[in-house]
């Protein structure tokens, strides 16, 4: 797991989620011809979070880009839209989806009929029309943007809670904590 994902993980167990990284879904030969990738290997999600009040699971596609031009999305589509085949192919994400909730069930990882809800978290995205029409995007598609207003505030947030043994918290209670004092 990379360094973002790791912070984007913890931010997530904060808010009640239980987190697993690099998951894992099973595609049948059949499957990955349908979505038009035969020779595929099982498809890797960068994080999945479970809410087991709720029986949501989260998939999370994790986007840093936080010294690059960002995320971009306009007239529509993110761009280079293959790096985003969840948010653009709406034959593969059914597919994804659909066999992640039966692998979580039968592993009694979730309850029956989970609600999966897609999410990207960009520590970067390119410009304010970008974020404009992400968010309207996101909204009209009721997919979840975890964009870098949503990680600062979240950060905050866990700078203000106990001591929790991982770095990108650490970091958050020495950046963020007694600034009052300045």
């Not at 880009?65 to 709406?90: A, H, I, M, Q, T």
């Not at 034959?91 to 039968?106: A, E, K, M």
């Not at 995205?125 to 992400?134: E, G, Q």
């Not at 600062?152 to 007694?178: H, I, Q, T």
Request: include cysteine.
């Amino acid at each position: 797991m990379d360094a973002f994902e790791s912070l984007i993980a913890m931010l997530l167990r904060h808010k009640g989620y239980w987190v697993t990284p690099s998951f894992k879904v099973e595609l049948t030969k059949e499957q990955k011809r349908a979505i038009g990738l035969p020779s595929s290997p099982r498809w890797e999600l960068d994080l999945i979070a479970y809410q087991g009040a709720t029986n949501q699971v989260l998939v999370v596609e994790c986007k840093s880009f936080l010294d690059s031009p960002g995320v971009c999305f306009r007239n529509g589509r993110f761009e280079p839209e293959k790096r985003y085949k969840l948010f653009s192919n709406e034959l593969l994400r059914s597919v994804v989806f659909g066999n992640l909730s039966n692998q979580l069930q039968i592993n009694g990882t979730c309850a029956a009929s989970p609600t999966i809800r897609l999410c990207l978290a960009a520590g970067k995205i390119a410009s304010r029309s970008d974020r404009d029409a992400l968010t309207r995007h996101f909204e009209t598609n009721n997919w979840e943007l975890f964009d870098d207003t949503w990680i600062r505030d979240e950060l905050k947030a866990s700078a203000e809670k106990g001591y929790e043994n991982d770095v990108a918290f650490v970091v958050s209670k020495l950046l963020l904590r007694g600034r009052d004092l300045e």
